[in-house]
């Protein structure tokens, strides 16, 4: 279980409607939405990985505290939310540092996770996972072995793997998929898990764990159960994507937490992969 802390604001799609310059005058309610997934998954017994953007962190230091002390793995979304592949090298390398030391003085526990904004490590910025390796990191979530117009590297293994690059290793999490057809189809969650039928997903992690024997990535943004979220005025495939089924997914997750048992990255990782292999990362 990942949850991808940030508010509704910081959205990729919104990057041309919501200027940056207006996030700190702009409604947060990004402690109140993680503090309702947090209480939903004590009442689980569930424990997950949040990949916290460094903004937030600065801003609410007593959330990451909660998150913390509450036994959960504490990740990198990186500081600024912006997309990889269209960055610098040496600006994404500062974003990240910065995130990660921002996330480890505040939260008082090694990050070793990364997951980029809207996955957005693809094969025009493959260039990131080495700056990932020299900042420290050991693994990398970031990338989704599907087709899409705005993030994916189909041909990438679907599973848990060892990256060997320039700079050293890394490990790979990708998004969950299963493969009909030839084609990588997403269960992963997020906005497939909002507007697909919650049949779909149910399927499809079953699937993975027990037909493939492979653990399932599940990830969620804690504005995904605020259906009383401010509104922009996007394009209408940027509202559908965001918009759709907001009043739902609350209830959906609610049943997904009956239906299957779920762990930190950190823990399942540990589990699933070679024996040292992220710490060796």
């Not at 909660?66 to 960055?87: K, P």
């Not at 072995?145 to 590297?153: A, F, S």
């Not at 950190?266 to 024996?275: C, K, Y």
Request: net charge neutral; aromatic share 12%; charged share 25%.
């Amino acid at each position: 279980m990942t949850i991808d802390v940030e508010d509704y604001f910081h959205v990729s799609a919104f990057d041309g409607v919501v200027d940056r310059g207006s996030w700190d005058q702009l409604e947060s309610r990004v402690c109140r939405n993680t503090d309702r997934l947090l209480s939903m998954f004590d009442a689980h017994g569930v424990k997950a990985t949040f990949f916290v953007l460094g903004w937030v962190a600065e801003r609410f230091p007593t959330l990451i505290s909660r998150i913390v002390t509450m036994g959960h793995e504490l990740a990198s979304h990186g500081y600024g939310h912006r997309l990889v592949y269209q960055q610098t090298a040496e600006g994404f390398r500062d974003d990240v540092r910065r995130a990660k030391d921002l996330l480890e003085r505040v939260g008082g526990q090694q990050v070793d996770g990364y997951r980029a904004p809207s996955y957005s490590i693809t094969n025009e910025s493959l260039w990131a996972l080495d700056v990932l390796v020299n900042e420290g990191y050991k693994y990398d979530a970031s990338i989704f072995p599907i087709r899409h117009d705005r993030y994916g590297i189909p041909e990438s293994p679907r599973h848990p793997h060892v990256l060997s690059r320039a700079a050293g290793a890394l490990v790979e999490v990708p998004g969950s998929t299963i493969r009909l057809s030839g084609i990588n189809l997403p269960i992963a969650g997020g906005a497939y898990f909002r507007i697909l039928p919650y049949a779909w997903t149910n399927w499809g992690l079953k699937r993975l764990n027990v037909q493939e024997r492979k653990p399932a990535i599940f990830y969620l943004h804690p504005w995904e159960i605020d259906p009383a979220q401010p509104r922009f005025d996007a394009g209408w495939l940027s509202r559908f994507r965001h918009y759709r089924n907001l009043d739902k997914t609350e209830a959906r997750l609610q049943q997904l937490l009956r239906d299957f048992t779920f762990a930190p990255l950190r823990s399942v990782l540990a589990s699933s992969m070679p024996s040292g292999a992220v710490a060796q990362a």
